[in-house]
């Protein structure tokens, strides 16, 4: 399910911006390394791990969902919005940090 991959790796690959002020400059710089270093990397990871991915790249970069949840038929756009979802009131430093250790794991 190549296309599959590719929609939930779709993350835009420019600088973020800076989520609070509190938040330091080397978990900014690491999240954003790791959100280059997850293109690159030499295997696929099962779907299961992609949308862990997503979720903790959303969570990290915008906080909670917000929105509506989408269509019946968008298969692929209801299982990002529900693994987002089940992250809801994790603190953007935490999904970061999750999201950089996932993706160090993954050999990224």
Not at 15 to 26: A, L
Request: without cysteine; proline residues 6%.
């Amino acid at each position: 399910m190549d296309s599959f991959r590719g929609r939930v790796l779709q993350a835009p690959i420019v600088p973020h911006p800076r989520v609070t002020s509190s938040m330091s400059d080397d978990l900014q710089s690491q999240f954003e390394q790791a959100s280059l270093d997850i293109t690159r990397l030499g295997h696929r990871p099962d779907n299961d791990t992609l949308l862990r991915i997503y979720a903790l790249y959303k969570q990290g970069s915008e906080g909670d969902f917000q929105g509506e949840k989408p269509g019946f038929f968008d298969f692929v756009g209801t299982a990002k919005y529900e693994a987002w979802a089940k992250l809801a009131g994790m603190p953007r430093d935490a999904a970061m940090r999750q999201y950089i250790d996932l993706v160090r794991s993954l050999g990224g």
